[in-house]
């Protein structure tokens, strides 16, 4: 399995990907398919399902209630929030950040590309290498 079919990032960029592996975008990504709130940086609310989440942190959510600086609330369908306009993500009681963030930190495994038949170059270069290092294991 490789990163993208385990983050279901399709086609994201290796720039969305480090920020899955170096912030808090990965804890994001694991609340997908759950309902939570979200404060954002105009004093407005957004409850809703969370359905996907790109490597920026922009996020889609479905069966959202949006609440406006004055109260009132708004139902959509769907929903779209740029990670600009984020504040606070609620993440719901019954879940544990720390295993979420585990669970997503172990399933990244870097897959990496199968060796493919060393040049007869490459094989002088170790060879010598190899001399290198034993003669001066010798001499130490």
Do not use: W
Request: glycine fraction near 6%.
């Amino acid at each position: 399995m490789t990163e993208s079919e385990y983050l279901n990032t399709g086609n994201s960029t290796k720039k969305e990907v480090f920020f899955y592996h170096n912030y808090l975008t990965g804890l994001i990504k694991a609340l997908e398919g759950e309902y939570t709130l979200i404060d954002l940086r105009n004093e407005s609310s957004i409850a809703g399902r969370i359905s996907k989440v790109d490597g920026y942190m922009n996020i889609d959510m479905n069966d959202v209630v949006f609440r406006d600086p004055l109260g009132n609330k708004y139902c959509f369908e769907q929903f779209f929030v740029r990670h600009r306009n984020i504040r606070y993500v609620h993440i719901p009681k019954e879940l544990n950040s720390m295993e979420l963030i585990q669970e997503n930190i172990s399933g990244l495994k870097r897959v990496r590309p199968d060796k493919s038949k060393r040049t007869f170059k490459g094989i002088r270069a170790l060879r010598y290498h190899q001399e290198t290092v034993r003669s001066l294991s010798k001499t130490n």
